[in-house]
């Protein structure tokens, strides 16, 4: 691969981090399983990608995400919200919330809408990123950050590219069935090696991929327990009260995630707006992501005890949640300031784009969203 060069600072701390994950090879007799591989490489202190302090969205960084690219992504949201505030509490928990962007976007729609959020809260383990969204929420004394989920919610909740980044185990259909693929070191590289699945992987196995005794061999997949576990606790926490998640990512329902021909899975790493799919690249300083198994978010958050109110892909989502009228709100004749979010939008919603690979899957517990989106609802897909 041909990727931009780090600086010499930020070799030596994917140094340190490679030396930290080698030991942790070590200590497990020479296997390492890849969910834990992933976990240090994205999460380790101060090393990890995510607890580092390099940047990490816009163009400094390693990708963009939606809110980034326009406002109006944000006040979309913002208008499903105000309805679900409407049935449960006028409180927002976010989850991973980047550089703040969507945050004072969902406020600032919600606050010309005459919308009052008592508590905006935000789960970040980022502390570059926590650092930047205390700058950029400066002026929202409503907002404030957690460590974790609180004991009890009612509101909306709010997650953008949140179940992406979730450590994944990885596992290959061999001639003796399912195998783990982990990580090993091997002259002085990381690399993958074939173990026994860890003791339950099977059973997730079939539970989450449909046809799985089916599948060729050298078939290779992820599997989201990490997600699935976020999931749980997240649908407990729903079911305990009142409100809805609004989960946006890229991803397949199950019958599409584990189709035959996506024999190599969905594993993929963005460095310096680089993507490419080599997780031992400079550990630490690239993100690792892996699609969603958006069927398997919906099961984990049901079984307990939350409901799953629609399923859509991220277009149909938006045209329901009215971005195009809030498109409008800019004159198409000041074409200096309409072409930019035009363009935005065009991307937030085009096949080609994001329109369609990002889905959008809604749980929650005594509320019902606008009939405008239910008449999109694709839940039955899952």
Known sequence: M??????????????????????????????????????TALYAPRLGYYTGGAAKLGKDGDFTTAPEMS????????????????QSAPN???????????????????ASMGVAVERYAIVELSG?????????????????????????FDGVVLGNEVLDAMPVHLVTKTADG?????????????????????????????????????????????LHGTACGFMGTLGALLARGRGAAILLDYGFPAH?????????????????????????FLPGLQDITAHVDFTAMALAAQDAGAEVLAYMNQATFLLGAGIGDLLLRTDPADTKAYLPQ????????????MGELFKVLVVGKDVALPPVLMASDRAYRL
């Open 256 to 280: 599409e995630f584990y189709h035959p021909d996506r024999s190599a899975g969905t594993l993929m790493c963005h460095y310096r707006h680089h993507a490419h799919p080599d997780p031992f």
């Open 92 to 110: 927002i928990l976010e989850f991973g919330a980047g550089t703040g962007k969507l945050a004072r976007d969902v406020l600032t729609e919600l």
């Open 2 to 39: 041909s990727l931009p060069a780090p600086s010499p600072d930020a070799l030596a701390a994917s140094q340190a981090l490679q030396q930290q994950i080698a030991a942790d090879v070590a200590r497990h007799d020479g296997v390492l399983s890849f969910a834990s591989f992933m976990e």
């Open 178 to 222: 399912w195998r783990e693929q982990c990580v090993t070191v091997a002259d002085g590289r990381f690399d993958y090696v074939a173990a026994e699945p860890a003791p339950g992987l099977l059973e997730q196995v079939a539970r989450q991929i449909p046809d799985h005794d089916t599948l060729p061999e050298g078939y290779v997949t992820e």
């Open 342 to 353: 035009s363009n935005a939008v065009h991307k937030l919603l085009s096949p080609a784009e």
């Open 128 to 152: 570059e990123l926590r650092a930047r969204q205390q700058e950029a929420l400066r002026d929202f004394p409503q907002v404030v950050w957690l460590d974790g989920f609180p004991d009890a």
């Open 71 to 86: 406002p109006l992504f944000g006040a979309a949201l913002a208008r499903v919200a105000a309805d679900i505030i409407a």
